[in-house]
């Protein structure tokens, strides 16, 4: 059964830089696209990032230019790489697979002063 785990949230001031981590478990994640979300109170779920088996990687309008999304198959993780967040950013934060239907239980990220 595939699973998610999101971890690296936490409080962080505008303009600065957060690394979130996922980490998947029960299936051959190397074959898989991998997709981050993120869903704030009172706003729908956003698509944020997202990575496909070769790589290729795909944003948001809202975080092109300030985010990034790398995968290290051997540890089975993605990565997303906040940087110059700013406080519309805060939300919390989901990996998974539409493929699978999974997706973790997400990581709280939060940007203020």
């Known amino acids: 059964q595939a699973q998610f785990v999101e971890s690296g949230g936490g409080l962080v001031q505008p303009g600065g830089s957060l690394t979130l981590t996922c980490t998947a478990s029960?299936?051959?994640?190397?074959?898989?696209?991998i997709t981050w979300y993120r869903q704030s109170h009172g706003r729908e779920r956003e698509r944020v990032a997202q990575?496909?088996?070769?790589?290729?990687?795909n944003f948001a309008t809202s975080v092109k230019d300030r985010f990034t999304i790398s995968r290290d198959n051997a540890k089975n993780a993605i990565f997303l790489q906040m940087n110059n967040v700013q406080p519309e950013d805060t939300a919390r934060y989901y990996c998974?697979?539409?493929?699978?239907?999974?997706w973790g239980q997400g990581t709280q990220v939060t940007v203020s002063s």
């Open positions: 998974g697979s539409h493929t699978l239907n999974s």
């Open positions: 029960g299936f051959n994640f190397p074959n898989y696209v």
């Open positions: 990575i496909t088996a070769g790589g290729s990687t």
